[in-house]
């Protein structure tokens, strides 16, 4: 079984810039998440999505972070315009949902430098 | 609202030797999940044990084992005859199984585990 894929593995950016990651969840998993992780810490949730509908971003900097789940499947992330405190990896994780008994499978995440 | 507390920034071991991890955690809810997950450098969270609230029962992964102690709201890891493949970040985490963030998972900050050969 193919795992959650996502891409790029590493991107550099200025501030002020635009960025987009993009992920693939395992198929047939409903439920998509994803979390930042700033170095030193553990993930902090972003957003999940429930099939193409968002279930929580309360935690989700709107004035310039956006998010979409087209179709229920693929995921993109896009943040616009960086700023250096975006520095971080950003997980992707799917799972067939969000019940108790569920298990949430991870890529191996973006690393975003903002120089 | 939710915390996960890992005391343990890091940690070390000697080969075949066994370690412990600490994990504090804070709710107000009687039934939860809680995660020890293991991160390597790839960066991949991988799954090492799971422990549901409700179980008194601790759970047993092959080398792996936690002792869950429900009303210290207390989380360790153990992990026997350590190897040198064991060395990675290791991240508590409380998963929440009830409304409108149902499903997330709350991270501590991790532990860095290193294998001393």
């Known amino acids: 079984e193919a795992g959650v894929a996502q891409s790029p593995r590493y991107k550099i950016i200025e501030k002020r810039q635009s960025v987009a990651f993009w992920c693939n969840p395992i198929s047939g998993h409903a439920t998509l998440y994803w979390y930042q992780q700033i170095l030193g810490q553990g993930p902090k949730l972003l957003i999940q999505?429930?099939?193409?509908?968002?279930?929580?971003d309360s935690q989700l900097p709107k004035d310039r972070f956006s998010a979409e789940r087209l179709k229920g499947v693929d995921s993109t992330l896009k943040i616009q315009p960086a700023k250096l405190e975006d520095s971080a990896v950003y997980l992707c994780?799917?799972?067939?949902?969000?019940?108790?008994?569920?298990?949430?499978?991870f890529g191996q995440g973006t690393r975003l430098t903002v120089v | 609202a939710q915390t996960v507390t890992q005391s343990q920034p890091e940690m070390s071991v000697q080969e075949a030797e066994t370690v412990t991890l600490s994990c504090t955690y804070d709710?107000?809810?009687?039934?939860?999940?809680l995660f020890w997950y293991k991160q390597p450098p790839s960066r991949q969270m991988i799954l090492v044990i799971r422990q549901e609230a409700y179980k008194q029962q601790n759970a047993t992964e092959n080398r792996f084992s936690v002792n869950f102690q429900k009303a210290a709201k207390s989380f360790s890891l153990k992990i026997s005859d350590s190897q040198l493949g064991d060395a990675a970040m290791y991240f508590c985490a409380y998963r929440l199984l009830y409304g409108g963030s149902q499903g997330n998972l709350i991270f501590g900050k991790g532990t860095k585990l290193s294998v001393k050969p």
């Open positions: 709710t107000s809810e009687s039934d939860y999940y």
């Open positions: 994780a799917s799972s067939l949902s969000n019940l108790r008994n569920t298990e949430a499978f």
């Open positions: 999505f429930q099939n193409n509908g968002v279930v929580d």
